[in-house]
């Protein structure tokens, strides 16, 4: 059965029942030689001389691999900023994605200032559902902190299966939350058995830096590396880790850009921390040297954030460090702008509109630096571009899997074929590609989404609209078994002793005079303070309770100071020790 597309009258299958013959399966855990037949979209048998009905398509594998089709976990298609929208919408991006081996993709949504989790969700289910060409699901972005925000995450697990929630650490006064309301939200996220997901950066710190850098007259794209030092994001990761050990919280750090905050997450691996490190295909297949180009427009196609690290080693460490283990999943973060848009920041770089393309390139890049260089084999690169991530979010194994049951997204793969990855050739809405003239070998020749064959013979046959979201359950095995056994031997118990009934002595709290600015982001879990009323009378100093205020009130302000004197013989003068006796 075949019907036609297109100007150029492309012949394309449209049957439900596929048969591939003398393919290599390739699955996380083990290679091994045998047919496949499909049908309504799932593996419905594996094995030699299989008997199917009549009217299958058939497609010759003659022994090349055939693996599960990739997971991007990371995306964010169509994202608005500022008015704008990202230049490749859901139907772009998955486009893409299908070109380049990818048949899931997990987007972030992100909900604007004063719009519910639940409203944005389901505002993201609407663009997505009408424009995506493969399946997909749905990260939810916690941008604010307040009293509802708990009771949508929990309509959110609990009836649009959603399992993994992102937080930020920068983007301060927009993003930014707490520690304290990061610790919260961890709290939460544990009870409902989902994933807590970070953009691990200092926001403090990097805002602060930012206006110094703009103060220096720096204004182009380098201001944006310079202003968001590579330890701002270990430090971020460090204290993620940290917080998420107090709450006894699965972590998964998104971006992973820099050589220091990967240490970090396999440094706390190995110490039994329950996370996970992302990688995208930006931070694995270039560097940040890109931000130095004398052409603006080149320059800016870079900024995203964390940001690219300009240490041109850092993509082979980072790809080290996923081959190893020390890192699990890949994502693209795929969020692409058009040159006029990122020209909204041309006078200062703090306004460039941040991402960075690599949906399409993300499966022919790992495999390029990974595969080919002998760092990891055919069965790990199935475990990092989809397995990996399918068992942490919970779509194993109807994802990730070659296997009776499995969804049929499949990818034909060829180790040989060689690409030289370029604007004027990808599937993208922009002009410009920050992998431009990298030749990748290893991509895919055959790649088929829900049952039926998209990619076949270079040409792309995708169906706006086919995509189907696809809920994931809380509590996924492979992440939560540990978190319970942990929650198990870290319980808290007092000690059993006799009440203290010997002398008590008594102390004088001497309060703070200072001003308390109240965060603009309120805490569910704690109740407002009354404000306290300012004491008249002058308190005595207590050198265990300093009075220092940012604010520049002190609180000996009112002691009356003594005259400068000046001093005859400074330091090194008159009075040197050196000249005494």
């Given at each position: 059965?075949?019907?036609?597309?297109?100007?150029?009258?492309?012949?394309?299958?449209?049957?439900?029942?596929?048969?591939?013959?003398?393919?290599?399966?390739?699955?996380?855990?083990?290679?091994?030689?045998?047919?496949?037949?499909m049908?309504?979209?799932?593996?419905?048998?594996?094995?030699?001389?299989?008997?199917?009905?009549?009217?299958?398509?058939?497609?010759?594998?003659?022994?090349k691999?055939?693996?599960?089709?990739?997971?991007?976990?990371?995306?964010?298609f169509?994202?608005?900023?500022?008015?704008?929208?990202?230049?490749?919408?859901?139907?772009?991006?998955?486009?893409?994605?299908?070109?380049?081996?990818t048949t899931?993709?997990?987007?972030?949504?992100?909900?604007?200032p004063?719009?519910?989790?639940?409203?944005?969700?389901?505002?993201w289910?609407e663009?997505?559902?009408?424009?995506?060409?493969?399946?997909?699901?749905?990260?939810?972005?916690?941008?604010?902190?307040?009293?509802?925000?708990?009771?949508?995450?929990?309509?959110?697990?609990?009836d649009?299966?959603?399992?993994?929630?992102?937080?930020?650490?920068?983007?301060?006064?927009?993003?930014?939350?707490?520690?304290?309301?990061?610790?919260?939200?961890?709290?939460?996220?544990?009870?409902?058995?989902?994933?807590?997901?970070?953009?691990?950066?200092?926001?403090?710190i990097?805002?602060?830096?930012?206006?110094r850098?703009?103060?220096?007259?720096?204004?182009?794209?380098?201001?944006?590396?310079l202003?968001?030092?590579?330890?701002?994001?270990?430090?971020?990761?460090?204290r993620?880790?940290?917080?998420?050990?107090?709450?006894?919280?699965?972590?998964?750090?998104?971006?992973?850009?820099?050589?220091?905050?990967?240490?970090?997450?396999?440094?706390?691996?190995?110490?039994?921390?329950?996370?996970?490190?992302?990688?995208?295909?930006?931070?694995?297949?270039?560097?940040?040297?890109?931000?130095?180009?004398?052409?603006?427009?080149?320059?800016?196609?870079?900024?995203?954030?964390?940001?690219?690290?300009?240490?041109?080693?850092?993509?082979?460490?980072?790809?080290?460090?996923?081959?190893?283990?020390?890192?699990?999943?890949?994502?693209?973060?795929?969020?692409?702008?058009?040159?006029?848009?990122?020209?909204?920041?041309?006078d200062d770089?703090?306004?460039?509109?941040?991402?960075?393309?690599?949906?399409?390139?993300?499966?022919?890049?790992?495999?390029?630096?990974?595969?080919?260089?002998?760092?990891?084999?055919?069965?790990?690169?199935?475990?990092?571009?989809s397995?990996n991530?399918?068992?942490?979010?919970?779509?194993?194994?109807?994802?990730?899997?070659?296997a009776?049951?499995?969804?049929?997204?499949?990818?034909?793969?060829?180790?040989?074929?060689?690409?030289?990855?370029?604007?004027?050739?990808?599937n993208?809405a922009?002009?410009?590609?920050?992998?431009?003239?990298?030749?990748v070998?290893?991509?895919?020749?055959?790649?088929?989404?829900?049952?039926?064959?998209?990619?076949?013979?270079?040409?792309?046959?995708?169906?706006?609209?086919c995509?189907?979201y696809?809920?994931?359950?809380?509590?996924?095995d492979?992440?939560?078994?540990r978190?319970k056994a942990?929650?198990?031997?870290?319980?808290?118990?007092?000690?059993?002793?006799?009440?203290?009934?010997?002398?008590?002595?008594?102390?004088?709290?001497?309060?703070?005079?200072?001003?308390?600015?109240?965060?603009?982001?309120?805490?569910?879990?704690?109740?407002?303070?009354?404000?306290?009323?300012?004491?008249?009378?002058?308190?005595?100093?207590?050198?265990?309770?300093s009075?220092?205020?940012l604010?520049?009130?002190?609180?000996d302000?009112?002691?009356?100071?003594?005259?400068?004197?000046?001093?005859?013989?400074?330091?090194?003068?008159k009075?040197?020790?050196?000249?005494?006796?």
């Open positions: 059965m075949s019907g036609y597309q297109g100007k150029k009258n492309i012949p394309r299958i449209t049957s439900d029942r596929l048969l591939i013959k003398g393919a290599k399966i390739v699955n996380d855990d083990q290679s091994f030689l045998a047919d496949i037949y049908e309504d979209g799932v593996i419905k048998q594996i094995g030699d001389n299989l008997i199917v009905p009549g009217g299958v398509k058939i497609i010759e594998a003659h022994g691999m055939v693996m599960p089709g990739g997971i991007d976990v990371h995306t964010r169509q994202m608005p900023d500022r008015g704008m929208v990202a230049a490749d919408d859901f139907y772009q991006g998955t486009k893409a994605s299908l070109a380049g081996g899931m993709i997990i987007d972030h949504v992100v909900p604007e004063g719009v519910s989790l639940v409203a944005a969700f389901k505002q289910r663009w997505a559902d009408s424009k995506s060409c493969c399946d997909y699901s749905l990260h939810v972005d916690v941008t604010d902190w307040n009293k509802g925000t708990q009771e949508e995450m929990e309509t959110l697990v609990k649009h299966g959603v399992n993994s929630f992102l937080i930020y650490l920068a983007y301060k006064d927009v993003f930014q939350l707490s520690d304290s309301q990061i610790y919260e939200v961890f709290s939460v996220i544990r009870d409902l058995g989902a994933i807590a997901q970070v953009h691990a950066e200092n926001g403090d990097i805002l602060e830096e930012q206006r850098i703009l103060e220096l007259g720096i204004t182009g794209p380098e201001g944006h590396v202003s968001h030092p590579e330890e701002v994001e270990a430090e971020a990761v460090n993620s880790v940290t917080i998420a050990n107090q709450t006894n919280c699965p972590l998964y750090i998104t971006k992973v850009m820099s050589k220091s905050a990967a240490d970090v997450i396999a440094l706390a691996r190995k110490k039994g921390a329950v996370v996970y490190g992302e990688p995208i295909s930006a931070s694995l297949g270039t560097d940040g040297t890109h931000y130095w180009s004398k052409n603006w427009a080149k320059a800016a196609a870079y900024v995203t954030s964390p940001p690219l690290s300009p240490d041109p080693t850092t993509p082979d460490y980072l790809n080290s460090l996923l081959s190893c283990g020390d890192l699990q999943v890949t994502g693209s973060a795929h969020c692409t702008f058009q040159t006029c848009q990122r020209a909204v920041g041309k770089f703090t306004l460039i509109p941040e991402g960075t393309n690599g949906t399409e390139e993300r499966m022919s890049l790992i495999w390029d630096k990974c595969v080919v260089t002998g760092k990891m084999d055919e069965n790990q690169f199935v475990a990092v571009t397995t991530a399918a068992k942490i979010f919970n779509l194993f194994p109807r994802k990730g899997r070659i009776v049951g499995s969804d049929a997204d499949l990818v034909l793969w060829d180790p040989d074929i060689t690409k030289i990855i370029s604007a004027k050739s990808h993208l922009v002009e410009y590609n920050i992998f431009e003239g990298t030749e070998r290893g991509g895919p020749l055959v790649v088929i989404s829900q049952g039926k064959i998209v990619l076949e013979e270079g040409s792309l046959h995708a169906t706006e609209g995509g189907r696809i809920s994931r359950k809380p509590f996924p492979q992440v939560y078994k978190i942990r929650s198990r031997l870290t319980e808290l118990r007092g000690v059993p002793r006799g009440q203290y009934d010997g002398p008590v002595c008594e102390v004088t709290v001497t309060p703070k005079v200072m001003s308390t600015v109240s965060s603009v982001k309120t805490s569910p879990a704690k109740q407002q303070q009354p404000q306290q009323q300012h004491v008249t009378h002058q308190p005595v100093r207590n050198l265990h309770q009075g220092f205020s604010s520049g009130a002190q609180i302000d009112n002691v009356p100071r003594r005259t400068t004197q000046r001093i005859v013989a400074p330091p090194g003068g009075a040197n020790i050196t000249s005494l006796g």
